[in-house]
């Protein structure tokens, strides 16, 4: 007596799944040399796969991953992923309104680093950014409006690790008059910008000059903070009080919009 029929598009799906588990973040080339499914078949299956929240698709650089809500458990790296998925798409429509890119950063112990951006997505061409680098907290527009608003406790934990820090983006942790007051003047404004000493690079690597002006506003989700996220422009085409009076409203906008997609992702 014959047994039950294997359903084909389900057994293609799992192979997939098994594909991504074996090699995270993979570019649909990799996944169909992978399983050997033709592309325009795996499109189909990732797409299925998208609509149920089993697969992501990062908008920084196109590639597939397992969704953050598959885990029971989730670890510190997971919940990074999880706000990073409910962002993408958030981003990706903020960047189609205002034309200007926007990153997406969390809290990494000595550093913040980018966990999404929509930078590929925009029609003006900056330097692309890789997920995962890393950027100062005291310096830039999303360290100090993360470290405006987070809780007390959460703040004085970050700024004494930065204390004996070495990294001369972190010397004025050892200036908390000077810091409070910026931090102060972040939370008058209801927005962060970089220091104008800061020119661009990466945390603990020599500094190179972008040519870019930045404001970023926190995530935040009640008492907590869950990341930052900001627009950047080419410094000649706006000043920073003149973005902000253009786009400040949208980009708040697109954090409450975040928080709260993050929200429902966690009850899921």
Not at 89 to 97: A, N, S
Not at 176 to 182: E, Q, T, V
Not at 230 to 239: D, E, G, Y
Not at 240 to 257: I, K, S, T, W, Y
């Amino acid at each position: 007596m014959a047994g039950p029929k294997v359903i084909k598009g389900l057994e293609r799906g799992l192979h997939v799944l098994q594909a991504l588990q074996m090699q995270p973040d993979s570019s649909l080339h990799e996944l169909y040399v992978y399983t050997g499914i033709s592309k325009p078949s795996l499109l189909r299956i990732l797409h299925t796969l998208a609509r149920s929240g089993v697969v992501t698709r990062r908008l920084a650089d196109g590639r597939y991953r397992i969704g953050a809500t598959l885990s029971r458990t989730p670890s510190r790296r997971e919940h990074r992923d999880r706000i990073a998925e409910a962002a993408a798409p958030i981003l990706e429509r903020l960047c189609q309104r205002v034309s200007w890119p926007s990153d997406l950063m969390v809290p990494a112990g000595d550093h913040m680093e980018i966990r999404e951006t929509s930078r590929a997505r925009s029609p003006i061409l900056l330097q692309e950014e890789r997920i995962g680098l890393q950027v100062n907290w005291l310096l830039t527009g999303v360290g100090r409006a993360y470290l405006a608003y987070c809780p007390a406790k959460e703040r004085q934990h970050i700024i004494e690790t930065l204390q004996t820090s070495s990294k001369a983006e972190d010397r004025l942790a050892r200036e908390p008059a000077r810091l409070n007051a910026i931090l102060a003047d972040v939370r008058a404004r209801g927005y962060a910008t970089r220091d104008s000493t800061h020119v661009g690079g990466w945390y603990g690597k020599p500094p190179h000059a972008d040519g870019l002006l930045a404001i970023a506003v926190p995530l935040r989700d009640g008492a907590r903070v869950l990341g930052s996220i900001n627009i950047v422009w080419l410094k000649t085409a706006f000043s920073v009080e003149a973005f902000a009076a253009r786009h400040l409203g949208e980009l708040q906008d697109a954090a409450a919009e975040i928080v709260s997609a993050t929200r429902t992702r966690r009850k899921r």
